[in-house]
């Protein structure tokens, strides 16, 4: 589990700020209604300038450049009506208990939608779900995580295992305005050191080592403790534009799209990605030192981080040069669509393979939307490519999410072509794929409290040479999964 009860207990402290108490205070980044001026006795109340929004209506949509101006911290978005299709109102965001107030924050790092924050310092649309309960302290704006997966695993075949584990995260973010921006401390853990070093049974995954000597190989290795303790400033440069600075040990450089758990997508499954180590490895770096200009609409980022794979210590914080560099570039063409191009060069990340550089090379789109009432569809697209020794090795993922009401129904699509599944120090590249669909049932226990129950199916397809190994060509696996979950 990515938890620890006394992050736990201190997050769950920062999220009970008295919310009579919140109201009054004015929370930067966010439209507050002003009270009107009295009325004639027994004449209707005026409602408040956005109260359409805060009732549930959608929050602003697409205009061209110079017509909807961006707010700076702590001035109020102005409320659009409504976007609409054959009559109908169409809402790009499911509306929660605090979707109103997120889709009103500007992000910590630019004058934009908090909403449009990802992992690290990656953007996702605008239009991506809200998570996290929030509150106020004085000037400073609070929000707690968390989720924590229950899991039964089962992986098919002669390399296959079982194994019941736990996994999920907590997090805390604290931020206050700072000049005409913001700072911003975020905090994430993980209880995956709990799993052990061989981490748990995934059939095609392969990738770093969790125990010093062997490589985990159909095996997904287990996160650190910390995942996440980083600190943001940024300055706004104008209406639309900013510029940031991001330093964490550990944290997320400027590569590839948001970290899986992350993605809305797919966030909802248990179960890593076969690609994780081309796509999105580096959300936990022990090192990383980011700079970024945001202009409206786009964002370009560059890293120097320590690229090294975490090794077999899961609890401790490492240290290293920062001496791998990335570079990103992401623009979100409309509140819907998110897409990214980056580049890396990662200095030794392999524990195992000391002097073998890596260069690699990421795309990805991600895209999030209501697709009617109450039904709320995501999707992501993502490529990665892993050079190294004279090699391009390729992969491929397509990940979706359809939530309605308490159910969400989530399904991912992946092709790697991975050199280590076998036993040998220069195997060929063997082209392997995956498709796994699951389900999960949401019941709300308490105001900021959910569990669920829900479980996936995996079908792999392994080529003709790799097929005795696995038993065949098509081995399965399958997951069934109890959650519960702050938000």
């Known amino acids: 589990m990515k938890v620890s009860f006394s992050v736990a207990a201190s997050a769950l402290a920062l999220a009970g700020v008295s919310a009579?108490?919140?109201?009054?205070?004015?929370?930067?980044?966010?439209?507050?209604?002003?009270?009107?001026?009295?009325?004639?006795?027994?004449?209707p109340a005026k409602k408040p300038p956005n109260a359409q929004h805060h009732a549930g209506t959608s929050p602003p949509?697409?205009?061209?450049?110079?017509?909807?101006?961006?707010?700076?911290?702590?001035?109020?978005?102005?409320?659009?009506?409504p976007e609409t299709h054959g009559g109908a109102s169409q809402m790009d965001h499911i509306a929660g208990e605090h979707s109103d107030h997120a889709m009103e924050m500007t992000g910590a790092l630019g004058p934009y939608p908090m909403t449009r924050e990802s992992s690290g310092t990656a953007w996702q649309p605008d239009t991506?779900?809200?998570?996290?309960?929030?509150?106020?302290?004085?000037?400073?704006?609070?929000?707690?995580?968390?989720?924590?997966?229950?899991?039964?695993?089962?992986?098919?075949?002669?390399?296959?295992?079982?194994?019941?584990?736990?996994?999920?995260?907590?997090?805390?973010?604290?931020?206050?305005?700072?000049?005409?921006?913001?700072?911003q401390f975020k905090a994430m853990v993980s209880p995956d050191p709990l799993i052990g070093p061989r981490g748990y049974p995934l059939l095609l995954a392969s990738g770093e080592t969790a125990n010093g000597r062997d490589r985990l190989i159909d095996r997904q290795h287990?996160?650190?403790?910390?995942?996440?303790?980083?600190?943001?400033?940024?300055?706004?440069?104008?209406?639309?534009?900013?510029?940031?600075?991001?330093?964490?040990?550990?944290?997320?450089p400027a590569f590839g799209p948001p970290a899986f758990m992350h993605r809305e997508a797919i966030l909802d499954s248990p179960e890593a990605p076969i690609t994780h180590h081309w796509l999105d490895s580096t959300h936990i770096s022990f090192g990383v030192v980011t700079g970024?200009?945001?202009?409206?609409?786009?964002?370009?980022?560059?890293?120097?981080?320590n690229a090294r794979e975490p090794d077999q210590h899961r609890w401790n914080i490492e240290t290293g040069p920062l001496d791998s560099t990335s570079i990103r570039l992401s623009w979100n063409p409309t509140r819907t669509l998110a897409l990214q191009g980056s580049w890396g060069h990662f200095r030794e990340p392999e524990q195992l393979e000391p002097g073998v550089d890596q260069k690699r090379w990421s795309a990805s789109a991600l895209w999030a939307s209501q697709i009617a009432p109450d039904w709320k569809l995501a999707g992501t697209l993502a490529w990665g490519r892993k050079s190294a020794e004279g090699h391009n090795d390729d992969a491929f993922a397509a990940e979706a999410s359809l939530k309605h009401a308490a159910w969400t129904l989530f399904g991912r699509a992946e092709m790697t072509e991975n050199r280590e599944l076998t036993?040998?120090?220069?195997?060929?590249?063997?082209?392997?794929?995956?498709?796994?669909?699951?389900?999960?049932?949401?019941?709300?226990?308490?105001?900021?409290?959910t569990v669920g129950a829900g479980a996936l199916f995996a079908l792999n397809f392994v080529s003709d040479g790799l097929a005795p190994l696995y038993g065949g060509h098509n081995p399965t696996g399958a997951m069934a999964f109890f959650r519960v979950k702050l938000d």
């Open 20 to 43: 009579s108490a919140s109201a009054q205070m004015n929370m930067p980044g966010m439209s507050a209604p002003m009270p009107d001026k009295p009325e004639p006795k027994k004449a």
């Open 61 to 81: 949509g697409d205009a061209p450049s110079g017509e909807e101006p961006t707010p700076g911290i702590g001035m109020p978005r102005q409320p659009a009506a």
């Open 128 to 183: 991506s779900a809200h998570q996290g309960l929030m509150s106020m302290g004085g000037n400073w704006t609070l929000m707690a995580h968390g989720v924590l997966n229950l899991v039964y695993d089962h992986q098919s075949g002669p390399r296959g295992d079982d194994k019941a584990f736990a996994s999920g995260m907590v997090m805390g973010m604290a931020r206050h305005p700072l000049g005409n921006g913001t700072v």
């Open 222 to 252: 287990p996160h650190d403790f910390f995942m996440e303790l980083s600190a943001s400033v940024s300055q706004d440069l104008g209406s639309k534009s900013s510029a940031f600075l991001y330093a964490a040990l550990p944290g997320e």
């Open 292 to 305: 970024g200009l945001v202009l409206d609409r786009v964002k370009l980022e560059l890293s120097r981080f």
């Open 423 to 449: 036993a040998l120090e220069a195997g060929p590249a063997y082209r392997v794929g995956k498709f796994s669909v699951g389900a999960i049932r949401d019941f709300k226990v308490a105001d900021h409290l």
